[in-house]
């Protein structure tokens, strides 16, 4: 490599560029309301180890993943199962 092209090293760009400012990033706070509301059931499973149920739930909120819930976590399984429509023989994975 020839000689001339060999500049010498700058550590930042704010030696080259000193009149430009530095931009602070914003990030947005997502919101969340709190309440998780249960819109679906996708699947359940039984767990071998303890022979429980589980089921899992889609919420409302967006923000939220779905979410596995042992039905002794559940208030009132039968009816919320029952009122979000998922039938025992439907999707059940072991």
């Avoid at 029952?82 to 023989?89: D, F, I, V």
Wanted: aromatic letters at 6%; one cysteine or more.
């Amino acid at each position: 490599m020839p000689v001339r092209l060999i500049k010498p090293y700058k550590s930042t760009d704010s030696e080259r560029f000193s009149l430009r400012n530095k931009v602070a990033q914003i990030i947005p706070p997502i919101e969340s309301s709190g309440i998780k509301r249960l819109t679906k059931v996708l699947k359940e499973r039984i767990l071998r180890t303890n022979k429980v149920m589980e089921y899992l739930f889609r919420y409302s909120d967006p923000t939220c993943e779905d979410e596995w819930l042992a039905e002794k976590d559940i208030p009132e399984p039968t009816n919320i199962i029952r009122r979000l429509g998922h039938t025992r023989n439907n999707n059940i994975t072991k």
